[in-house]
């Protein structure tokens, strides 16, 4: 909620500068955003609000063109900063970086041809290469399903996780998650493996737990993509013996069925959602129309999404 | 034995002729390991999950292994003609995750709009073969007609089907409506005499496949191309036709494949079947197919795509090697089998 009273305060000095000294406003800001291809759901939701953000923040600037690019590799993405540099002549960036290390120079060159640069998510492994930094809270995305499912299992019971694919994020993730079950020794972490954010992948490696154990209190689906597989073989396998399912990320078909109580496995999820990309272009578009910078650091907060909140996490026309 | 090993292909160079030559010159017994080498791969892979796990030697978890087999299975057998004909297929992921998309979003459609949910699923199933034949005619007609490369035509299309999956999805999933997808769940999920309707289906079409490999003058064709185009050129094949057929073959088994493959998660998303190209062709290069074409197996194919899937379905079941080195054992195994049939290139 802290971002959302900075951006409404930041919106406020916004308007009452733009009201009492218009002169100011007539450096124009040239905002570039570099971020992956929708390759699967949660890109396609960070599309989805990169555009929204280009749609509705134009609108209210008139000194403001934001030009949006999407690569499918890490190696594409680094053209298209160079291009978004030479060619585009932005002078801010918003970027999402498919992976730490190799954006890290290219990113940096944009920077000293003189762009003020926002990093998203995926930081950088050498962070004077950015002037802002606005990310979803990774641990609490492991911390919180570790608690609920603790709780609801009071303290007892049989744990399989399902992890993304091998990156720093991921392993913050499971650290967290690891860190909350340490204190709880009755309850067993039987495996956590990878499935790659992807529903296919899911359904096997479910199949596989299902085979192996013949008693799983709650799994941790860890993604909300991924929960779909996980659903789908337990309803092949006609086990009823798993109590809680824990996707991730807020999906807004997971969103719904909290909402709407559907599926008594699943009562809760955490939220990460692809709006944050929203919140950071537009943080960065109204601090560079003012010439001001933004805090360092800015931390989007992970919260527990249950039946009472779930409403506010919907947002039926994101692709995810 | 599979008949086709029976008549060697024709030589198509000097080199190829000395090699077929020493090999001929082999004891025999040797020859039959180097044919048996995907099959004794897989048997040893077998014992090692029985020992690593009780788990791994039940009914329930073959019968999972093999009907998670079945999509790329079915691929493979139709990757098995092209790969003989000494074309290749990239695209075939792509297009089943197209395929895939489609077939979701005629279904959603047509429930409601013919007010039969189940002719709107039995059209979803016929569409999904008639599009695989399509896309395979497409291919086909570009390779031949239009004389490019196969490999560049099917890595064009790879992007493009792809790019168009994730259009129409708008970077999310397609998901097939509750009610429909009720319906045609017991595609995927329902089982005849105890066995899961994808495995009985993989069969048929491996066994059709077979068929017209070894007892048709069309798979007889299909050797020959693979062998020596020009040769086969001269012998009065039509080349093209016999080609493009491959193609087609292929796509009508990708159509098959998704209509098994839509009614197990009932969605659709831009991941929907990434890589499976690489595991297919795996699948039928590990079998012992020679990647430049003139001789292979349906055996061998089948046997190396239900391998691939065993090496995963082992690696879930237990936790002795780190996840972080789960590629490496599938890289490691897939390199071990090819050695043990290197002798039949």
């Known amino acids: ?320 | 034995m599979p008949p086709e090993q029976q008549t060697p292909p024709p030589p198509r160079t000097l080199e190829a002729a000395q090699q077929q030559h020493r090999s001929e010159a082999a004891p025999r017994w040797t020859e039959r390991l180097h044919g048996l080498g995907p099959v004794i791969g897989l048997v040893l892979l077998c014992i090692a999950g029985t020992l690593l796990n009780g788990d791994f030697a039940t009914l329930d978890n073959a019968m999972n292994v093999l009907t998670r087999t079945a999509f790329i299975g079915i691929i493979a057998v139709g990757m098995c003609f092209v790969i003989i004909s000494g074309g290749i297929d990239l695209s075939v992921g792509s297009m089943a995750a197209l395929i895939a998309g489609s077939v979701i979003m005629f279904i959603n459609w047509a429930g409601p709009a013919s007010g039969s949910p189940l002719l709107a699923v039995v059209m979803g199933a016929v569409l999904a073969v008639v599009l695989g034949a399509v896309f395979g005619l497409a291919h086909g007609l570009l390779i031949t007609k239009g004389r490019i490369e196969p490999f560049i035509v099917t890595l064009g299309t790879l992007g493009i089907f792809r790019a168009y999956l994730t259009y129409f999805a708008d970077g999310g999933a397609l998901t097939l409506d509750n009610e429909l997808s009720d319906l045609y769940a017991p595609v995927y999920y329902a089982s005849l005499a105890g066995i899961p309707v994808p495995v009985w289906v993989f069969v048929i079409v491996a066994i059709v496949g077979g068929l017209i490999l070894n007892r048709t003058a069309y798979g007889r064709y299909v050797q020959a191309i693979g062998s020596n185009e020009q040769v086969a050129r001269y012998a009065a094949v039509d080349v093209d036709r016999v080609k493009i057929l491959t193609y087609v073959l292929l796509g009508v088994c990708v159509g098959i494949a998704t209509l098994l493959y839509v009614p197990r998660l009932g969605s659709a998303s831009p991941t929907t079947g990434l890589l499976w190209e690489l595991e297919a062709i795996a699948a039928v290069i590990v079998g012992g197919t020679a990647l430049k074409g003139g001789a292979g197996s349906i055996t061998g194919t089948v046997v190396g795509a239900v391998l691939l899937s065993v090496i995963s379905n082992i690696l879930n079941l237990t936790s002795i090697i780190s996840v972080y080195l789960n590629a490496a054992v599938q890289g490691f195994v897939i390199i071990i089998v090819a050695f043990l049939q290197r002798g039949r290139r």
């Open chain 1, 1 to 320: 909620m802290t971002t959302f009273t900075r951006r409404l305060a930041l919106t406020a000095v916004a308007a009452a500068a733009f009201a009492s000294l218009p002169a100011l406003a007539a450096e124009k800001v040239n905002l570039g955003v570099s971020i992956p291809a929708a390759t699967h759901s949660f890109m396609g939701g960070i599309n989805y609000w990169a555009n929204q953000a280009k749609k509705d923040l134009e609108k209210e600037h008139k000194d403001l063109k934001i030009t949006i690019k999407t690569a499918a590799n890490a190696p594409e993405q680094a053209n298209q900063l160079q291009d978004l540099s030479t060619v585009t002549k932005i002078n801010a960036l918003v970027v999402f970086p498919f992976e730490s290390a190799a954006l890290t120079k290219p990113v940096a060159q944009v920077k000293a041809k003189g762009a003020y640069v926002t990093v998203v998510d995926r930081g950088l492994t050498d962070t004077s290469a950015q002037d802002a930094y606005v990310a979803g809270d990774n641990t609490a995305f492991g911390r919180i399903p570790a608690e609920y499912i603790v709780k609801q299992l009071n303290g007892k019971g049989n744990v399989v996780a399902l992890r993304g694919i091998a990156t720093t994020l991921d392993n913050e993730r499971m650290d967290a998650f690891n860190a909350v079950l340490k204190n709880s020794p009755d309850i067993k972490l039987l495996d956590a493996k990878y499935a790659n954010w992807n529903r296919d992948d899911a359904f096997k490696v479910t199949q596989d737990y299902l085979t192996r154990f013949k008693n799983i209190d709650a799994i941790w689906a860890a993604d909300d993509d991924m929960a779909v597989g996980v659903l789908k073989a337990i309803e092949q396998a006609k086990r009823d013996d798993i109590k809680i399912i824990f996707g991730g990320a807020g999906a807004k078909g997971m969103v719904k069925t909290i909402m709407d109580g559907k599926d008594k496995r699943i009562t809760a999820d955490v939220s990460y959602s692809p709006k944050f990309i929203y919140d950071a272009i537009k943080l960065t578009a109204e601090a560079r129309l003012k010439g001001e910078k933004l805090p360092a650091t800015t931390i989007i907060p992970s919260v527990l999404i249950t039946k009472e909140n779930a409403k506010d996490f919907y947002h039926p026309n994101s692709p995810f």
